[in-house]
């Protein structure tokens, strides 16, 4: 039996039955964990804005600080020294721009080559002056440190240099130098400036405060690529004052010039030249030798370096020996007609001698002075009361400084005793047994030129009270001058100081160097007085220190220098010639 197509192909009954559907339930909320991490997301956040909150209102300093640290510039702004100049403007100091190269090491050595390109290192130090491997050994020592200097002051020509070798960790620092025009002449004066501009010597130290100024600031805020984003302050420099000195620089090179050879010429240790205007007690000149060169520091040592003139004090010899007749004359005890017997040139004092170069028998007051007796103004000392000697002493300035306090200034030594011996006495009035500077013995003879005015001696002009007074008898100035000017002419100790032209009033003197225990055979030889005699305008005091050879007299060695120096000073300031005055008189 044939089966039909249809019931071939019908598909087989399945005994399986149909899959049901399952239900999925909703996630549910579980509430304290929830509520758990809302604490913990509420905590952090709390405390989050109580660190906020701590930061920025209880304690701000330190993130200002730091930010501060990161942003915040302060830039000094140097002022310039003030210019030293003498009294027609002619500059003796000024400050001129360089500037000083330093290194960051801690910079250097976090390059990766650091010191690797060798050659331009070498080429640095070159440049500088400096040894390579110690240059190089001195970077390397201070690897921690972010600031050394290499070299100070270095000119413009050299810091360009420096900046086209392009090193990584060199930088340059702008500031100034201090330069001499007038070299050695007037260094022992003007002083001189350390590495860091600060006055060592003289003028530059006396008044450094006036001629430094005072230092700008200028505080500023940068972005990480080094612009200027904010000026937050600016504090203006004061630049230093100019300072105008009484000296002539044409007289300090005379002085000075002549003083130099001297001591050239006779061997001598030292010498000292000073130059007063007998009307005002301006310092129109002084100068010493040997001198130093301020714009070189590798000449600066300190036995160059004083200023003799103020800081050497010495027994004065015959120099004291017109104020002995200026206070004898004062005092009453001899006038111009007395007349001293002088002996055969020696007087027995106890058991010492005083004694005479040469023998002038029985002389008057002016040839006491002339010849420059010891004996004749020992017996007008001991004819007066001490006090009166010691007060004129003290009247014209010994025993004192001068007020200009420049550094190293002494006051010598006036003596103060309660006894005196006769012979002491004596010894007193020709300049022994006291010692005074030079310039304390220009400015007793200016104080004499000026018949009896006392002025004090000044090196800046300025607008002070009048402080002269009156420290003795005009009249009698006038007749010590006159006795004076017969010391220059011949027959006196002093006529290698005379000035052709003018009448000088001048007085020689020699003095043995005190050593200890008496004595020694070393010599000071000095030349004073002032010129011209018949209206004193300059005071000028020599002094030669040690001369060597048999000649070492005051008269010719100090003598000469005296008159070559006065004799320009008189002409540059253009004083009249006084020499027909004296013939008419």
Known sequence: MKLSKKSKSAPKPTSKPAKEAVAVEPPQLIRWRFYLVLLFVFAIFAALVARIGYLQIIEPDNLIKQGDMRSIRAQTLYSARGIISDRNGEPLAVSVPVEAVWADPATIFKQDEGLGDIDRWHALADVLGLDRQEMIAKIKKNKSRRFIYLQRQVSPAMA?????????????????RRYYPAGEV????VGVTGIDGNGLEGVERTFNSELAGESGKRVIRKDRYGRVVE???????EEGKALVLTVDQRLQAIAYRAIKQAVADYRATSGSAVVLDVKTGAVLAMVNAPSYNPNNRADLQ????????ITDAFEPGSTVKPFVVLAALQDGVANKDTVIDTGNGIMQIGGSRVRDTSKVGKADLTTILKKSSNIGVAKLA?????????????????GQTSGMSLIGETE??????????????????????????????????????????????????????????????????RMVLAMLETVTQKGGTATKAAVPGYRVAAKTGTSRKAIAGGYGDEYFAYTAGVAPASDPRVALVVVVNEPQGDNYYGGSVAGPVFAEIMKGTLQILNIAPDENKFKQE
């Open 382 to 398: 001991l004819k007066m009361p001490l006090d009166d000697l010691l007060s004129m002493y003290s009247a014209v300035g010994f």
């Open 186 to 189: 007037s260094a022992h004066l």
């Open 412 to 477: 010598g030594i006036f003596p103060n005793r309660r006894r005196w011996s006769q012979f002491e006495i004596a010894t007193l009035a020709f300049g022994y047994g006291l010692t005074i500077t030079p310039l304390q013995l220009a400015h007793a003879y200016a104080t004499l030129g000026n018949y009896g005015k006392y002025q004090p001696v000044h090196l800046i002009e300025s607008n002070q009270q009048d402080l002269s007074r009156q420290v003795f008898d005009e009249k009698y100035a």
């Open 302 to 309: 300190s036995a160059k370096m004083r200023n003799r003139v």
């Open 231 to 237: 000026n937050i302050s600016l504090q203006e420099r």
């Open 160 to 176: 360009n240099y420096i900046r086209e070798l392009k090193l990584a960790g060199i930088g340059l620092k702008q500031e100034s």
